[in-house]
């Protein structure tokens, strides 16, 4: 049984996608009360609790989860920003980020979309390759539309990196026991051996 039982039907896509979208618009307005400690430029915050959001979005919502993070990422994006290639690139990114690991992951013979089979020490290896990932696709993207100035690229990917890790796995580590407390991390039976 899938997470979110109702996320096959067309209201439950659309209805998990809206769920991700306004999650990540609190989350990331939220975030921004955080800025005075942890901004490091435009897109780049020592400390980015959205990135766990991202990642949780997508393990638990897939695709629509990643749609939802895309639309979420574009309506605070076109209320805070003016440049369009930072507007929809950033968008696009923010969700399709965290949808390429998770899709790498699942190359890895045994791994399941669901949160019940990581420990904490796999949740933060995958916190860890979601923000290596997440910065080298977002770094190199804000280098060519000119955010992050050349000369500036190693301590803006750094920050990001801990501001993506952090985040990520403060989110992760505490929705890991509360859902499975409340019994939210449902798994497929095992398969039979022959």
Request: glycine fraction near 8%.
């Amino acid at each position: 049984m899938p997470f979110f039982p109702a996320r096959d039907t067309a209201i439950g896509s659309v209805l998990t996608l809206l769920a991700f979208a306004v999650l990540w618009i609190i989350t990331y307005s939220a975030n921004t009360l955080l800025d005075p400690l942890f901004f490091k430029q435009v897109g780049v915050s020592w400390l980015f609790i959205p990135a766990g959001i991202r990642l949780l979005a997508v393990i638990v919502g897939r695709w629509q989860g990643a749609l939802g993070i895309m639309l979420g990422t574009l309506a605070t994006n076109l209320y805070l920003f003016s440049d369009p290639y930072f507007i929809y690139g950033a968008a696009l990114l923010s969700g399709l980020g965290p949808l390429l690991v998770l899709y790498l992951l699942e190359l890895r013979p045994g791994f399941r979309d669901n949160l019940v089979f990581l420990s904490i020490p796999n949740l933060i290896a995958l916190c860890m390759m979601f923000a290596a990932i997440n910065v080298a696709l977002t770094q190199v993207f804000f280098l060519a539309i000119g955010i992050t100035d050349p000369l500036a690229f190693a301590g803006a990917a750094t920050a990001m990196f801990v501001g993506d890790f952090s985040g990520s796995v403060l989110v992760m580590v505490l929705v890991f026991p509360v859902a499975r407390k409340f019994g939210l991390l449902k798994h497929p039976p095992e398969p039979e051996s022959d």
